[in-house]
C-alpha cells in the first residue's frame, strides 16, 4: 500500500466561459488555447507538478471531450502515475439520479469519496481558468504554519479594478477579518485569486454541511467559505506578488496573449526553473520569408510567413502570406490568412481562413467613438471572404461573404 500524499489538488474546469462566446462555444474555458502553444489548463496542471502535488482531480462538466483528450493520461505534466497522478472527474449517475456540478462547492462535495481515497491531510482548490506561475507548496507551508482551516491566495490588485474581485480585509498576523464580494466602491484592494488551501478534515464536514443548507449556493467564494468565517474557523490570506490573470473575458484573453511579448510583464514561458509543460503537436520548424517582416511576436512552429506580423501571437501551422497583414492579434492553429488581407487587434480561432483584401478588426485611434472599439474575434473553422470588413468588438461564428 503506497503511502497517502500530504496534498492532492482538485482542479476545477467545468465551466462554460460564457463571456469568451464563441471560442467556448465547442470547448471548455481551460482548453482554450494560450501563448502560441499552451491550453490554459497547461497552467495549474504545471504548478501542481513543479509544487510537489502529483494527484490531480480535474473536475469537468461542460463540453469536456477536448479537454479530456487533452489531457489523456498526464504524460506530458508526469501525471501517468500508478499512484495517484490525474484524474478527470465529470458528474455521474449515482443511486438517486445523475447530478449536475450545482456550483463549486457542490462539484467537490460530489466527490468527497474520491479525495477520501487518498486521506489526504490538506486539499487545494484550485481553477481552470488563470494564466500564472506559483508554488503551491509554498502556500502549504504557511497554511501550516498558521494553522490554518482554509489558506486563501490573495494578490494586491489596482483600486480601480478591485470592485471586479472578491476582496479581503485581514490583521497583521495575516487573518481574514471580514469579505466585500465585488462592491461598487471597494475598501480593500486585496483579491481572492481563487486558489484556496484547505485543511481536509475541516473542508470535508463544511462540504457537508454547506450540501445540507437548502439557503447556500454552494459556491466557495460566496457561501462556504464566508460560513467558516462565521463559526469561528482560522482563515489566512496568503499573499502572492507575481503575475495571475483571470481570462473570463474576450478582453483578458487578449491581453494575457500580448503580455508574453511585453518585457515589463513578469511571466516568463521560456523559464525551465519553474517549467510550464503542455502537450504540443508535433510540427516542423516555423519558415520566415525574405519577404516577411516580423517584429516583437511569438511565431511557432509550422508557420509559413510571407506577409507582415507586429506584435503578435502566432499559433502553430499559421500561414500568412505575402503582401498580409497582422498587428495586436491572437491567431490560433491551422489558420490561413491570404494576401492582401489584414487582421489587427483581434483574436482568429483554430482553422480560420481570412481571405484576400478582406478586413478584420479596427485599430482605436481611427475610431471616432472608443465606445465604439473593442477586440474582434472570428471563430473556429470561420472563413470571412474577399473584400469583407469585419467590425469591433463582432464576434463571427459563421462564414461570411459578399
Given at each position: 500500500?503506497?503511502?497517502?500524499?500530504?496534498?492532492?489538488?482538485?482542479?476545477?474546469?467545468?465551466?462554460?466561459?460564457?463571456?469568451?462566446?464563441?471560442?467556448?462555444?465547442?470547448?471548455?474555458?481551460?482548453?482554450?488555447?494560450?501563448?502560441?502553444?499552451?491550453?490554459?489548463?497547461?497552467?495549474?496542471?504545471?504548478?501542481?507538478?513543479?509544487?510537489?502535488?502529483?494527484?490531480?482531480?480535474?473536475?469537468?462538466?461542460?463540453q469536456p471531450l477536448e479537454l479530456n483528450d487533452y489531457i489523456g493520461n498526464g504524460q506530458p505534466w508526469d501525471l501517468?502515475?500508478?499512484?495517484?497522478?490525474?484524474?478527470?472527474?465529470?458528474?455521474?449517475?449515482?443511486?438517486?439520479?445523475?447530478?449536475?456540478?450545482?456550483?463549486?462547492?457542490?462539484?467537490?462535495?460530489?466527490?468527497?469519496?474520491?479525495?477520501?481515497?487518498?486521506?489526504?491531510?490538506?486539499?487545494?482548490?484550485?481553477?481552470?481558468?488563470?494564466?500564472?506561475?506559483?508554488?503551491?507548496?509554498?502556500?502549504?507551508?504557511?497554511?501550516?504554519?498558521?494553522?490554518?482551516?482554509?489558506?486563501?491566495?490573495?494578490?494586491?490588485?489596482?483600486?480601480?479594478?478591485?470592485?471586479?474581485?472578491?476582496?479581503?480585509?485581514?490583521?497583521?498576523?495575516?487573518?481574514?477579518?471580514?469579505?466585500?464580494?465585488?462592491?461598487?466602491?471597494?475598501?480593500?484592494?486585496?483579491?481572492?485569486?481563487?486558489?484556496?488551501?484547505?485543511?481536509?478534515?475541516?473542508?470535508?464536514?463544511?462540504?457537508?454541511?454547506?450540501?445540507?443548507?437548502?439557503?447556500?449556493?454552494?459556491?466557495?467564494?460566496?457561501?462556504?467559505?464566508?460560513?467558516?468565517?462565521?463559526?469561528?474557523?482560522?482563515?489566512?490570506?496568503?499573499?502572492?506578488?507575481?503575475?495571475?490573470?483571470?481570462?473570463?473575458?474576450?478582453?483578458?484573453?487578449?491581453?494575457?496573449?500580448?503580455?508574453?511579448?511585453?518585457?515589463?510583464?513578469?511571466?516568463?514561458?521560456?523559464?525551465?526553473?519553474?517549467?510550464?509543460?503542455?502537450?504540443?503537436?508535433?510540427?516542423?520548424?516555423?519558415?520566415?520569408?525574405?519577404?516577411?517582416?516580423?517584429?516583437?511576436?511569438?511565431?511557432?512552429?509550422?508557420?509559413?510567413?510571407?506577409?507582415?506580423?507586429?506584435?503578435?501571437?502566432?499559433?502553430?501551422?499559421?500561414?500568412?502570406?505575402?503582401?498580409?497583414?497582422?498587428?495586436?492579434?491572437?491567431?490560433?492553429?491551422?489558420?490561413?490568412?491570404?494576401?492582401?488581407?489584414?487582421?489587427?487587434?483581434?483574436?482568429?480561432?483554430?482553422?480560420?481562413?481570412?481571405?484576400?483584401?478582406?478586413?478584420?478588426?479596427?485599430?482605436?485611434?481611427?475610431?471616432?467613438?472608443?465606445?465604439?472599439?473593442?477586440?474582434?474575434?472570428?471563430?473556429?473553422?470561420?472563413?470571412?471572404?474577399?473584400?469583407?470588413?469585419?467590425?469591433?468588438?463582432?464576434?463571427?461564428?459563421?462564414?461570411?461573404?459578399?
Amino acid at each position: 500500500m503506497s503511502r497517502s500524499p500530504e496534498c492532492i489538488a482538485m482542479l476545477l474546469a467545468g465551466g462554460q466561459g460564457s463571456r469568451l462566446g464563441i471560442l467556448t462555444k465547442n470547448i471548455a474555458k481551460p482548453a482554450v488555447p494560450y501563448g502560441g502553444k499552451y491550453r490554459i489548463i497547461d497552467f495549474p496542471l504545471s504548478n501542481c507538478v513543479n509544487s510537489g502535488i502529483y494527484t490531480v482531480g480535474v473536475l469537468t462538466q461542460y463540453q469536456p471531450l477536448e479537454l479530456n483528450d487533452y489531457i489523456g493520461n498526464g504524460q506530458p505534466w508526469d501525471l501517468d502515475r500508478e499512484n495517484g497522478g490525474v484524474h478527470i472527474l465529470s458528474p455521474y449517475q449515482q443511486i438517486s439520479g445523475t447530478t449536475w456540478y450545482k456550483n463549486t462547492a457542490n462539484a467537490i462535495y460530489q466527490n468527497i469519496n474520491f479525495i477520501d481515497r487518498y486521506s489526504p491531510q490538506y486539499v487545494a482548490i484550485l481553477s481552470g481558468d488563470h494564466i500564472y506561475k506559483m508554488d503551491y507548496s509554498k502556500m502549504l507551508a504557511y497554511h501550516k504554519e498558521k494553522q490554518a482551516d482554509c489558506t486563501i491566495a490573495m494578490l494586491e490588485v489596482p483600486w480601480e479594478e478591485a470592485s471586479r474581485f472578491g476582496l479581503m480585509f485581514t490583521d497583521k498576523s495575516g487573518a481574514i477579518t471580514a469579505f466585500e464580494e465585488k462592491p461598487k466602491v471597494p475598501k480593500s484592494n486585496k483579491a481572492s485569486m481563487g486558489v484556496y488551501m484547505f485543511t481536509w478534515a475541516k473542508l470535508r464536514q463544511h462540504l457537508i454541511d454547506d450540501e445540507n443548507n437548502p439557503d447556500s449556493g454552494n459556491d466557495f467564494g460566496h457561501d462556504l467559505i464566508p460560513a467558516m468565517h462565521r463559526l469561528g474557523e482560522r482563515l489566512f490570506a496568503y499573499p502572492f506578488d507575481g503575475y495571475w490573470k483571470d481570462v473570463g473575458t474576450i478582453d483578458s484573453l487578449w491581453e494575457a496573449n500580448l503580455d508574453l511579448l511585453n518585457p515589463k510583464v513578469n511571466l516568463d514561458l521560456s523559464d525551465n526553473s519553474w517549467k510550464i509543460y503542455s502537450r504540443s503537436p508535433a510540427a516542423p520548424p516555423h519558415y520566415v520569408s525574405g519577404d516577411a517582416t516580423v517584429q516583437n511576436s511569438m511565431v511557432a512552429e509550422g508557420c509559413q510567413i510571407d506577409g507582415e506580423v507586429d506584435f503578435s501571437v502566432l499559433f502553430s501551422n499559421v500561414t500568412i502570406e505575402k503582401g498580409a497583414m497582422v498587428r495586436d492579434s491572437i491567431v490560433m492553429p491551422g489558420t490561413v490568412i491570404k494576401s492582401g488581407a489584414v487582421v489587427q487587434y483581434s483574436i482568429v480561432a483554430e482553422n480560420a481562413v481570412i481571405e484576400p483584401k478582406a478586413i478584420v478588426g479596427e485599430r482605436p485611434e481611427v475610431m471616432k467613438n472608443l465606445d465604439d472599439w473593442g477586440v474582434t474575434v472570428v471563430g473556429s473553422g470561420v472563413t470571412i471572404g474577399n473584400n469583407v470588413r469585419i467590425k469591433p468588438k463582432q464576434m463571427v461564428d459563421q462564414n461570411m461573404f459578399f
